[in-house]
């Protein structure tokens, strides 16, 4: 499996930026997805994921209401659109794929990472 993470750079604080995850070598609907992300000098957290067929998604408190995650399956694709950016959303963000079907916030328990995207807040 291959993950490819695109659609980083700089937005304003209260701007929208959207990311994009394309996905190959398996196939791409029999994997949940999840977006993290890992400020400088911090620790990878979980933002958000989405199941198999894209039916349910999960946010973290920080990102919820601003954040929303989705997925083309026919385009091995998943999108994370980021709104209402603040300076505290500033880190790279990693997609990642498990093949299972109930949604996880350990970074362990996924399988295949993608390269990051930075993303980076100014005021």
């Known amino acids: 499996v291959q993950l490819q993470a695109s659609g980083g750079g700089l937005v304003q604080a209260g701007g929208s930026l959207r990311l994009s995850c394309a996905f190959s070598?398996?196939?791409?609907?029999?994997?949940?997805m999840a977006w993290f992300r890992q400020a400088p000098g911090g620790e990878r957290e979980f933002v958000t994921g989405i199941s198999q067929s894209g039916n349910t998604t999960s946010y973290a408190d920080s990102v919820k209401g601003r954040f929303a995650c989705s997925r083309d399956n026919a385009q091995n694709t998943v999108y994370l659109l980021m709104n209402t950016l603040k300076l505290e959303d500033t880190a790279v963000y990693y997609c990642a794929a498990g093949p299972f079907a109930l949604l996880r916030s350990v970074p362990s328990d996924y399988s295949y990472w993608g390269q990051g995207t930075l993303v980076t807040v100014s005021s």
């Open positions: 070598g398996r196939t791409f609907s029999r994997y949940s």
